[in-house]
């Protein structure tokens, strides 16, 4: 069994490369439609969702950054066309939203999507003794679970 660059096993670091780059194509179009509901909203809550939204789409590119450098890192290419990202991503497009709570459920699937191929990733990377991978996922888990409380109350 040969390992990579970083001392991991080729054949596993393939593996979770693969998941990250699913990862990525979701984090494209979570930024994508971030930005989106950013630009759109309307009525009386949108001073507030337009600031929330615009932190969304603001952390999506640091991850998507983060995501595409761990590929890298792991010696394998990021996807990098929407073409591709669209052929395997779970989100989907956000078209034509512009109110409160329909930007609110749209922003909170996003993240139910992210979290489940966030924590197999993470089962993976710990499988792998990947550490790197490890702490990126923990803690982009531990914010979004944070931010898919804060969402879930506002539309208490």
């Known amino acids: 069994m040969s390992n990579n660059q970083i001392g991991l096993a080729t054949d596993k670091a393939s593996e979770l490369a693969e998941k990250l780059n699913t990862l990525l194509a979701n984090y494209q179009l979570f930024y994508v439609n971030s930005r989106a ?47 591709d990202y669209l052929k395997i991503a779970k989100i989907k497009e956000a078209a034509h939203i512009s109110g409160a709570r329909e930007s609110v459920e749209t922003v909170l699937e996003g993240h139910k999507t992210l979290l489940e191929i966030e924590r197999e990733i993470l089962e993976l990377s710990g499988d792998l003794n990947d550490e790197g991978t490890n702490a990126l996922m923990s803690d982009y888990i531990r914010e979004q679970e944070k931010s898919v409380w804060m969402y879930s109350a506002f539309l208490k």
Request: glycine content about 4%; charged content about 30%; overall charge negative.
């Open 37 to 83: 509901l950013h630009w759109n909203i309307k009525g009386e809550k949108f001073f507030e969702l337009h600031q929330k939204f615009e932190e969304l789409y603001l952390d999506s590119f640091e991850k998507v950054d983060e995501i595409a450098e761990r590929i890298l890192t792991l010696g394998h290419t990021p996807l990098h066309t929407f073409t």
